[in-house]
């Protein structure tokens, strides 16, 4: 039964990034979009996650926190992460003394992160409340600025400055 109550969520949130992909021109990385989450090494820890005897703890806001999940879940979303281009740490460099870089994610990326988020939000609760979720959350990200002021754009929250026009196609071209 929990293996059917995580393909239901999957197929759910697949149906709803696709539809938020094609609106931001992007349907390719819609049809891609998680399809490692079909992988056994995500799948088995994904459910037992989720939809286990005992589903792992999520912060208040529903956040994920490392320190209170087991290594099955761990190393999947680690995999997760690295295979999926859409998340924002897939961009982040760690240096070897501990200093972090944020790259800028090309368009693509960025946009289906964005649908990504939304189709989460209508997925799990019904509605698209990606605003509020994101204004909860962005101080976590570690996010490049030229990514984060489209974020925020397309978010109605921010305004696209000069440094978008001037750097944007360089990362995007």
């Not at 999947?76 to 501990?98: C, E, F, M, P, T």
């Not at 754009?153 to 071209?173: A, P």
Request: net charge positive; with cysteine.
């Amino acid at each position: 039964m929990k293996h059917l109550k995580y393909l239901s969520y999957v197929l759910r949130h697949k149906w709803f990034v696709f539809v938020e992909c094609c609106k931001l021109g992007v349907p390719l990385r819609g049809i891609l979009h998680d399809l490692s989450k079909l992988s056994p090494k995500e799948w088995l820890p994904y459910v037992n996650h989720f939809y286990g005897d005992k589903p792992s703890p999520r912060g208040k806001d529903g956040s994920y926190n490392p320190l209170h999940v087991g290594d099955d879940f761990d190393y999947a979303w680690l995999s997760h992460q690295h295979h999926n281009k859409h998340h924002w740490q897939y961009w982040i460099l760690r240096g070897d003394s501990g200093e972090t870089k944020a790259l800028p994610m090309p368009i693509r990326y960025a946009k289906e992160m964005l649908a990504d988020w939304r189709g989460a939000g209508r997925a799990i609760t019904g509605k698209d409340n990606t605003l509020e979720w994101y204004q909860k959350n962005k101080h976590k990200m570690v996010l490049h600025n030229l990514t984060r002021y489209w974020i925020e754009s397309e978010l109605g929250v921010g305004m696209v400055s000069d440094i978008w026009e001037d750097d944007w196609g360089k990362y995007n071209g």
